[in-house]
């Protein structure tokens, strides 16, 4: 009775594959650029705010032991001291209230975007459904069709709510990082670049393992899905063959198999992200 699900395997053309995604988007290009400019904004004014840290803290020490060398008094030295501090702080406080509120903004434009996106996607997905011959439903699972209108489509709107944003994110930081550094100390830069060819190297290996154990579990979840999806259909036809106590076993073999492939998916997500942070 239970009919086995198949995986997909990535995209032969990644390129078409976004471009395609791209095409569900084409509608809200306005509200995308703008997002993107206030995610981009956003980082801007994080590593700024980061970088005033340093003459900040520079010239507080400066003039501790400038006024401290000219004898001048406690309460004249804070003053003193302090005028110059709460210029900066003034700076630095304007910088990251405006940086969090394009990080809102941005990430609200997205998440808008992103269900209407999926929104289109999905009823097209029901659409195509519709005229699809028998033939496709004896060869695939109610629980895989299932897991398509679910699972699939939690992933592809979180890919568009979080994804995009992480990936412009981490671009600009990484960059802007980059530069921050070559201007305060090349020294430093070049021994942080030989050890981000370490870290790629091992972020490649894991990521490898990652994909593919997340296939599994995406596999794993649709034959679970599509066995529990035929049984309830099928529980008169169990209950006449006493077939339960088989039903029973297999499902404890599927549900077993979804453990092992999740818990697998997980660690090596587990271990990606410090490598990466």
């Known amino acids: 009775m239970h009919r086995k699900t198949h995986v997909e395997n990535k995209p032969k053309n990644a390129m078409k594959t976004l471009a395609r995604m791209y095409k569900y988007m084409s509608g809200h290009t306005i509200g995308l650029v703008f997002a993107i400019i206030l ?23 400066n003039n501790i032991k400038l006024l401290m060398d000219a004898g001048h008094d406690a309460n004249t030295a804070k003053e003193i ?6 210029d900066t ?9 405006l940086g969090a509120l394009s990080t809102y903004f941005g990430n609200r434009l997205l998440l808008i975007i992103s269900q ?11 659409d195509h459904l519709q ?62 670049i030989l050890m981000l060819f370490v870290m790629l190297r091992v ?6 393992k990652s ?7 995406q596999k794993s979840l649709g034959e679970l899905n599509g066995f529990i999806e ?25 549900n077993e198999e979804l453990r092992k492939a999740s818990t697998d998916a997980q660690t090596y997500a587990g271990i990606l992200m410090p490598i990466m942070g």
């Open 39 to 61: 995610i981009i904004f956003s980082s801007l004014a994080g590593i700024i705010g980061t970088s005033l840290l340093r003459p900040l803290i520079n010239n507080l020490m």
């Open 81 to 86: 001291i302090m005028s110059g501090v709460f």
């Open 89 to 97: 702080l003034v700076i630095m406080i304007v910088v990251y209230v």
């Open 116 to 126: 209407k996106t999926t929104n289109r996607i999905r009823k097209e997905l029901f």
């Open 131 to 192: 005229s699809l011959p028998v033939g496709f439903f004896d060869r695939n699972t109610h629980g895989e069709l299932m897991s398509r209108f679910t699972n699939d489509m939690e992933h592809i709107t979180m890919a568009l709510e979080q994804s995009l944003s992480q990936t412009i994110t981490s671009a600009i930081t990484i960059v802007g990082t980059f530069i921050m550094m070559v201007y305060y100390s090349p020294f430093l830069t070049i021994f942080v």
């Open 203 to 208: 972020v490649k290996i894991v990521g490898k």
């Open 211 to 217: 994909a593919v154990n997340f296939r599994n579990q």
């Open 230 to 254: 035929e049984m309830m259909e099928g529980q008169k036809v169990v209950k006449i063959f006493n077939h339960e106590e088989k039903n029973q076993s297999e499902f404890e073999a599927l």
